[in-house]
C-alpha cells in the first residue's frame, strides 16, 4: 500500500506560479513512475506530466516549456512546478505512483485555479 499527499494548491493570478508535492508513504520501494494528471470541471482527468524512477519526463503539449515535474527520490516525493499559469489550467490535480506490479495509487486531488 502506498499513501499520497498532496500540498500547495491554491488560487493565482494569469501569469502566475505554483508549486505543486506529492509526498508517498508505506511501500515506496515499489514506486516506479509517479506524475500529475488534471481534471476540470465537466472534462475527463488528462496527464500533465510524468517521471519515471530514472528521471525520464514527459509532458502534455499543453503545458511544455511552462510546467517542470521532478522527483526526490530520497524523500519519496515529486513536483510540478507551474509557470506561466493560464485559466485554463484551472483543475483538481492529482498526484498517482504507479508500482513495478503496475498498480496505481491516486493522491486524494488538490485544486489549483487561475483567475484571468
Known amino acids: 500500500q502506498v499513501q499520497l499527499v498532496e500540498s500547495g494548491g491554491g488560487w493565482v493570478q494569469s501569469g502566475g506560479s505554483l508549486r505543486l508535492s506529492c509526498a508517498a508513504s508505506?511501500?515506496?520501494?515499489?514506486?516506479?513512475?509517479m506524475g500529475w494528471y488534471r481534471q476540470a470541471p465537466g472534462k475527463q482527468r488528462e496527464l500533465v506530466a510524468g517521471?519515471?524512477?530514472?528521471?525520464?519526463?514527459d509532458y502534455a503539449d499543453s503545458v511544455k516549456g511552462r510546467f517542470t515535474i521532478s522527483r526526490d527520490n530520497a524523500k519519496n516525493t515529486v513536483y510540478l512546478e507551474m509557470d506561466s499559469l493560464k485559466p485554463e489550467d484551472t483543475a483538481v490535480y492529482y498526484c498517482?505512483?504507479?508500482?513495478?506490479?503496475?498498480?496505481?495509487?491516486w493522491g486524494q486531488g488538490t485544486q489549483v485555479t487561475v483567475s484571468s
Open positions: 498517482h505512483a504507479d508500482m513495478f506490479g503496475f498498480r496505481r495509487y
Open positions: 508505506g511501500s515506496t520501494f515499489s514506486i516506479n513512475a
Open positions: 517521471i519515471t524512477s530514472s528521471g525520464v519526463t
